[in-house]
């Protein structure tokens, strides 16, 4: 079962209004490159998918007299915790298992140690996919999260993902009954 759909999360008020702030466009590209991965690693691509789509949305903008502020944003920021808290509220509220808010919530908060003081952490395969599919949307100078796309395209691109994930739960479906 898909529900909520990416298209649901993606369309809820509380994800429009954080996923302006860090790129539609790079939250929609890392859910992509989570779902070739998810199949890559042995994932579940749906988790991987919303994980991926929702990984900023705790990211705010740090400004100095109306210029990026890089320093005070590495010293202060704390999106993946942040990101992690405000998704899990929202997949709840649109009725996503509390076991799978956790694994995606869990995922969110682990995507980046930048908020943590040196030490590896150690990632299940969910969270290390998360983690690899935002990296392989960086841009240099964090220019991934400026990259601007129509709210239409955005959502045709997001319905595109969610069919893919349907057809890949129906092909599963479908060997584990033949
Ligand atoms: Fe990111």
């Known amino acids: 079962m898909l529900r909520p759909t990416?298209?649901?999360?993606?369309?809820?008020?509380?994800?429009?209004?954080y996923i302006q702030r860090s790129g539609v466009v790079h939250a929609i590209a890392s859910s992509y490159h989570a779902?070739?991965?998810?199949?890559?690693?042995?994932v579940d691509p749906v988790l991987a998918c919303k994980a991926a789509l929702l990984h900023d949305i705790g990211h705010y903008t740090w400004y100095r007299d109306g210029e990026w502020d890089y320093e005070q944003y590495k010293a202060n920021d704390i999106h993946a915790i942040k990101g992690a808290e405000r998704?899990?509220?929202i997949l709840i509220e649109l009725g996503e298992s509390r076991e799978s808010a956790k694994e995606i919530s869990l995922a969110i908060l682990l995507h980046t140690d930048s908020y943590l003081p040196q030490g590896s952490l150690h990632?299940?395969?969910l969270q290390k996919v998360v983690k690899l599919a935002d990296e392989a949307d960086e841009e240099p100078n964090g220019m991934h999260h400026y990259r601007k796309i129509s709210l239409e395209?955005?959502?045709e691109q997001v319905k595109n993902l969610d069919e893919k994930l349907l057809t890949t739960q129906h092909q599963k479906t479908f060997q584990q009954t033949s």
Do not use: D, R
């Not at 779902?35 to 042995?42: M, S």
């Open 6 to 17: 990416l298209l649901e999360i993606f369309e809820h008020p509380k994800t429009q209004k």
């Open 153 to 155: 395209k955005a959502v």
């Open 87 to 89: 998704a899990h509220k």
């Open 35 to 42: 779902f070739k991965l998810a199949h890559q690693i042995g």
């Open 123 to 125: 990632l299940s395969p």
